[in-house]
Nanobody, 124 residues
Framework: QVQLAESGGGLVQAGGSLRLSCAAS????????MGWFRQAPGKEREFVAA????????YYADSVKGRFTISRNNAKNTVYLQMNSLKPEDTAVYYC?????????????????WGQGTPVTVSS
């Protein structure tokens, strides 16, 4: 059983930056592909970014490509989401998720484990 704990959310002005962290415990972190998702009020949870178990492959939603960067440190059992040039439409609760490593990165909500989420609010 893998436990995930997000941190780093908060309130930021449009154009600003935040770095989210997700610490994993209870499993072999390097056995999992990791993903970030977000859910805005009244909307469905949507894919943001994913990274392979080794960090060698990444994939982004079109809406964040060029502004967000996903990375991981397997020695620290942590995955990160660096968010730059934030926009009000990025406002949401951000969740990290883990799935047993497979060749293709998953962009749907079909992950095995989820964190509790960290809220991000971008003011205009």
């Amino acid at each position: 059983q893998v436990q995930l704990a997000e941190s780093g959310g908060g309130l930021v002005q449009a154009g600003g930056s935040l770095r989210l962290s997700c610490a994993a415990s209870g499993g072999t972190f390097s056995s999992y592909n990791m993903g970030w998702f977000r859910q805005a009020p009244g909307k469905e949870r949507e894919f943001v970014a994913a990274i392979s178990w080794s960090g060698g492959s990444t994939y982004y939603a079109d809406s964040v490509k060029g502004r967000f960067t996903i990375s991981r440190n397997n020695a620290k059992n942590t995955v990160y989401l660096q968010m730059n040039s934030l926009k009000p439409e990025d406002t949401a609760v951000y969740y990290c998720a883990a799935e047993l490593a497979r060749v293709a990165l998953t962009t749907t909500v079909d992950y095995d484990y989820w964190g509790q989420g960290t809220p991000v609010t971008v003011s205009s």
